[in-house]
């Protein structure tokens, strides 16, 4: 435990610490997968997003795109978002690493 702190002290900078590392993981792969779409209009591309989503035992963090109907034929075709998040897998892996050493 870090000197001076109580458990909930740590527990809440260790939770946004993850918090963090999630959003810098999403944007990786959000900006990548942008890059791999297929465009034609743009409006997929430009639909794609990350959010967070917090409970009181986890945090979740999802990329996507919300709002075009065609986003889920398009990826069976092109996995673009599988392939970014497969693309930064090991920094990802890194980044949740130095969180939990800190």
């Known amino acids: 435990m870090a ?3 109580t458990i909930a002290e740590v527990k809440k900078e260790m939770r ?6 999630l959003e810098e993981s999403l944007l990786m792969i959000e900006a990548d997968a942008k890059l791999l779409v297929g465009v ?3 409006t997929l591309k430009r639909s794609m ?3 967070i989503e917090e409970t ?7 990329v996507g795109s919300y709002g075009v ?3 889920y034929y398009h990826s069976l075709d092109n996995p673009y ?3 970014a998040r497969d693309m930064n897998l090991e920094a990802i892996r ?3 690493k130095d969180v939990l050493q800190e």
């Open 94 to 96: 890194r980044k949740i």
């Open 81 to 83: 978002l599988e392939d």
């Open 56 to 62: 009181e035992d986890k945090i979740k963090g999802e």
């Open 3 to 5: 000197k001076g702190k």
């Open 49 to 51: 997003t990350h959010n």
């Open 69 to 71: 109907d065609y986003a």
């Open 16 to 21: 946004q610490k993850a918090i963090k590392a």
């Open 40 to 42: 034609k209009t743009a």
